[in-house]
């Protein structure tokens, strides 16, 4: 979606949207000015929304919070291919000491 159906979708102004770009709140895809904005994006906004709102976040906090919640998605990757890979090496006849 577009930078102006995103802020329609959340009802924030274009300047919150700038702001929250400049601060690197977003992945990089959604950076450029011409940048198209996903779904994903949508739902990373509203959790901004809620940590500024509801829960008196500052912007700096905010940083961190996405830091971190980035890391733990990260983290639920990599266990998932990891036990991915062990669950395969019983497949293949194995003891599971690959």
Known sequence: MTREEFCLTLGIEQTTLQFWLEEGWFGSSSAGEAAMLS??????????????????VNAQGVGIILDL??????????????????????????????
């Open 39 to 56: 779904e994903v994006d949508v739902a990373r906004a509203r959790l901004i929304r809620q940590l500024l709102g509801q829960m008196g």
């Open 69 to 98: 919640v980035d890391q733990v998605h990260g983290f639920r990757s990599a266990l998932r291919r990891t036990s991915a890979a062990y669950a395969a090496s019983f497949d293949n006849g194995g003891d599971g000491n690959a």
